[in-house]
């Protein structure tokens, strides 16, 4: 049986990451590896992964394009239910995200919004699809 375990982000600075999602969305800090080049959380039944771009950069030989927020984001993006998006885009906001797309009711009655995290990843926040 195959199953989707984790994901993991290619980020700047590890233990910088894993506080912003800790704080911003109340995830739980699973391990950082000693020399911070690794890390995860808990984030429901799955795991948010973190390496840093040093660590990446030995693993993939022709290398990757990194993520900033200086730059659009990637055509992907991690997905956060909740039942109150503006408050969990507030709170994610203080926490360091930036706003990319402000909540809007789409055409089937989800709620929807949209942040960057602090190295550019795309993270949509809306409720669950009933």
Known sequence: MIKFAYTILYVQDVEKSISFYENGFGFTRKFVTPEQDYGEL??????????????????????????????????????????????????????????AEKPKIKPWGQTVAYLRDPDGFLIEICTPME
């Open 42 to 99: 808990l984030v429901g039944q799955t795991t948010l992964a973190f390496a840093s771009v040093t660590l990446a950069q030995s693993n993939l030989s022709e290398g990757f394009t990194e993520s900033k927020l200086s730059n659009k984001p990637f055509g992907i993006e991690i997905g956060f239910t909740t039942d109150d998006v503006e408050a969990t885009v507030e709170k994610a906001i203080t926490a360091g995200a930036t706003l």
